[in-house]
């Protein structure tokens, strides 16, 4: 029998586990962490045996094959020595995808892909498709591999899920746009990040469709260094799609695929923002390709109500509005909701800095931010780079301070932005647990 060790404990290693379980593995998981308690009792459930706390070697050297969460980086010692021992490591995305015989729409991109997922997913329910949502969003795909009987698989898919992936293929791949981000986990080197977004065309066949953004330079200047057997379907804002794709002309965004096209104005779009439109387009020319019908992909581009942690907008107070982007973990997703902004604003901003190059920012936060409310516990960077730009920049270490502070900065038709630009684990669990703290304490200033 065949040996698997899962490295961590969340939602994707104990869903890999419990699948490499049930198709007669002998398995084992360990977690240099601690457990939560929902891991726990899935796994004693299954009786998979664990460890937490720590990694025992000789349970792990003996494996056959690794499973490693996304969230372990390579330079960790554990890690080091699976790779000298040459001990075959994967994703529980690569693992999973060995047992699924689904159509696969997988999306990444520096930002916009969970959106994107969310979006698309929400078009095939609309359309009376079986469908599942998985990989880097929802409940772990190897477990749904197992429980579930999907016909079609939205997955959206971090460069990390990508790394370790070598045989799985997207039948569907969309590529939104590569900006630098995650860059210390990619030893500072910015191709490499490049290398893995690309990897999610990897496999596939000419009857497979490659969406991509023929506006991102980054994107058009790798392209041709990939070997790319699928359709390509370009989508663009600035110039006119010829045949297979979807691009913007007199305000209405227009997507076809084999001689068949749809269109409607981009005014109807329920998520307002350029960045949006891309993530509608992509969604457009998937609907197009899974030959679903126009006026579903209409109604589900009118009706999607958006995720949570995304330009989420929270509550009014005062006049203020509140606007929750914690999702926003690099400097491309914190451009498109400053260059969303309509009205003055409040940036709160701050948190674990990943490398970030803020010099893009520069001219939005001259435009539109009235204030600065740093959220971090080492915020030396953005006093550096933005000290000089806005007449207002304080510091706070919490939630609930910096909500309190840009609300006595805040003056009715101002926006409040929680649009952090970098990694949340200096003051919170992730970037979940920092929006939920900032609506708790937005909910808490209409009631003191």
Known sequence: MSRIVVLGGGESGVGAAVLALLKGFDVFLSDNGNLSAESKFCLKKYGIPFEEGGHTPELILNADEIIKSPGIPEIVPVMRTIRSQGIHVISEIEFAGRYCNAKKICITGSNGKTTTASLIYFLLKNAGLNVGLAGNIGKSYAYQVVTENFDYYVLELSSFQLDDMYDFKADIAVLLNITPDHLDRYEYNFQNYINSKFKITQNMRKEDCFIFCSDDEITMGNLK????????????????????????????????????????LVNELSLSGRHNVYNSMATAIAGKILDIHNSVIRDSLMGFKGIEHRLERVKKVRGIEFINDSKATNVNSAWYALESMQGPTVWIVGGTDKGNDYSSLYELVKEKVKAIVCLGVDNRKILDNFGNLTPVIVETRSAKEAVEKAFEIGESGDTVLLSPACASFDLFENYEDRGRQFKQAVEELITN
Do not use: R
């Not at 390509?232 to 997507?255: C, F, M, R």
């Open 225 to 264: 260094k990939i070997i790319l057997k699928a359709k390509t379907l370009p989508i663009s804002q600035t110039k006119l799609i010829e045949k297979n794709g979807a691009y913007i002309v007199e305000d209405k965004l227009v997507a076809s695929y084999d001689n068949s096209e749809f269109e409607m």
